[in-house]
């Protein structure tokens, strides 16, 4: 299926319409100008402890971790169109998400949406007062964001995991202020790995970790702990159609903030590498009834202009075929490996780019006017947002 449509943005939060559901930011709870509570929420059943001897029970975790989560109220004013057509009124209101401490110098990790458009953040940590939080930085192609507090006094940094070792049906734990409930602790598996969820700016972000530990709105930054007290990942959207946790939810995986922390750290900036396309997977059906020289791989969609692919050559489809009722691209060229690895869909292809830096070069395997050829392309610098680069779903 040619991912082309990056859904609808409302207020509140980005939702991404899949198949009836919704990808929903889980950061974004708007509590009002007073700051009043949220209505009250149906507390989720935790999981039995994993049976290894090393791992930790759900309330050991709680216990050493909880006072490491922040509370996070981001302060926004918003310029309001009058009605009448007077001139635009300022409409304030405060959002509330989770972050959680890295180190002893103040730095909490969060999302980005946590944080966007905020005059001002405040944070609780530890059993410390509400204090106002610098913004190191933020990364919206990852959705994440670094903070600075300058009190942690009673509160320890979480240790951080290798989220690159995580399995499906690891335990795991989250702990976060859901409906602004602060340090509430749900617990659950991985239910999933590398799947993609899309960014503030309307990029992919890959390798992300699927859970089905009980994720709502306001638990967005909060740390995905495993079974041994240690994070693995960042709590960022849910899949729901009823905009409340229906048991998948998404976490950012450490590994990726890391990254991200380090660069924010050393230049205030994050550049992310920039191939140019969209395309669609193809499988040997499709293959089939379109008469191609492959049987699975990536049929290029679009190619954007004075991007890194345009400028290797690669062609972008010149018409379309309907069969079984989707559209795939016709007529452009057919990436069937990324550096020599052999690939059955764009999911390869976005993760491919997203593990490379700004003029790294990438080897792209195509099929073109009917010949096999490699195509060496130099990765460029990933533009602010999607409709920047102006092309859909664009690695």
Do not use: C
């Amino acid at each position: 299926m040619i991912s082309t449509n990056f859904g609808s943005a409302v207020a509140g939060g980005l939702v991404v319409l899949i198949g009836g559901t919704a990808l929903i930011e889980t950061g974004a709870v708007d509590v009002g100008d007073d700051g009043g509570a949220p209505t009250a929420v149906a507390p989720a059943a935790l999981a039995r402890p994993a049976s290894d001897s090393k791992a930790l029970t759900v309330n050991e975790i709680y216990q050493r971790d909880a006072e490491g989560v922040a509370f996070i109220r981001s302060e926004i004013t918003q310029k309001v169109q009058s009605p009448f057509g007077l001139l635009p009124q300022e409409h304030k209101s405060v959002a509330t998400g989770s972050g959680f401490l890295i180190d002893d110098q103040g730095h909490i990790l969060t999302n980005a949406h946590v944080v966007d458009g905020a005059q001002n953040v405040e944070v609780e940590l530890g059993s410390g007062d509400p204090q106002d939080a610098e913004v190191i930085g933020t990364d919206p192609s990852t959705d994440i964001a670094l903070l600075k507090v300058d009190d942690i006094e009673g509160a320890n940094p979480l240790e951080l995991g290798d989220s690159s070792q995580v399995h499906v049906g690891d335990p795991v734990v989250a702990i976060g202020n859901p409906f602004a409930l602060d340090r509430t602790v749900t617990s659950g598996i991985v239910s999933a790995l590398q799947r993609q969820i899309q960014a503030p700016n309307g990029f992919s972000i890959s390798d992300v970790i699927q859970t089905d530990a009980a994720i709502n709105p306001g638990n967005s930054g909060g740390p995905l702990i495993d079974g041994s007290g240690r994070v693995i990942g960042i709590n960022s959207q849910i899949e729901s159609q009823s905009g409340g946790n229906e048991g998948v939810g998404f976490a950012v995986p450490i590994k990726t903030a890391q990254d991200v922390v380090e660069q924010l750290l050393n230049g205030g900036e994050v550049h992310r590498a920039y191939l140019g396309i969209t395309g669609a997977e193809i499988g040997p059906d499709v293959a089939r009834a379109l008469n191609l020289p492959v049987e699975q791989g990536v049929m290029v969609a679009r190619v954007l202009g004075g991007g890194p692919a345009d400028d290797a050559g690669i062609k972008g489809a010149t018409g379309e075929a309907t069969i079984g009722g989707q559209t795939f691209p016709v007529g452009g060229d057919i990436i069937t490996k990324v550096d020599g690895k052999e690939i059955t869909g764009m999911d390869e292809v976005i993760s491919a780019v997203n593990d490379r830096k700004p003029g790294d070069e990438l080897t792209l395997t195509v099929f073109s006017g009917g010949q096999q050829k490699d195509v060496s392309v130099q990765l460029g610098d990933r533009p602010a947002n999607a409709q920047d680069a102006s092309a859909n779903s664009l690695p």
